[in-house]
Nanobody, 124 residues
């Protein structure tokens, strides 16, 4: 099973850009869809973006389309989340997630491995 560790979260100002990274260990990284979720206190963990293991197709939640880009480098066993034009509403703990290859719908119930999270704080 794959294990994932994310990094890169910090305090930024509204309008800034930030890139999160997630390194995977274990076997068959290329067999896993990789994704990012985020969570704020008192709310459910929500899907942000995902990338397929098979064809590199990406998926974004509507609130991040045009601002956030997910990419993967299988040789480095790493997935990235490039976040541009950050807003205070993007403040959350961001979690890297891995799942065996599935379809286009992403759910917390489908995740096989979670990272511990990295905090992104966007000040206004």
């Amino acid at each position: 099973q794959v294990q994932v560790t994310e990094s890169g979260g910090r305090l930024v100002q509204a309008g800034d850009s930030l890139r999160l990274s997630c390194v995977a260990s274990g076997v068959t990284f290329g067999s896993y869809d990789m994704g990012w979720f985020r969570q704020v206190p008192g709310k459910e963990r929500e899907f942000v973006a995902g990338i397929s293991s098979t064809d590199g197709v990406t998926y974004n939640v509507d609130s991040t389309k045009g601002r956030f880009t997910i990419a993967r480098d299988n040789a480095k066993r790493t997935v990235y989340l490039q976040m541009n034009s950050l807003k205070p509403d993007d403040t959350a703990v961001y979690y890297c997630a891995a799942r065996m290859s599935r379809g286009s719908k992403w759910s917390t119930a489908d995740i096989d491995s979670w990272g511990k999270g990295t905090l992104v704080t966007v000040s206004s």
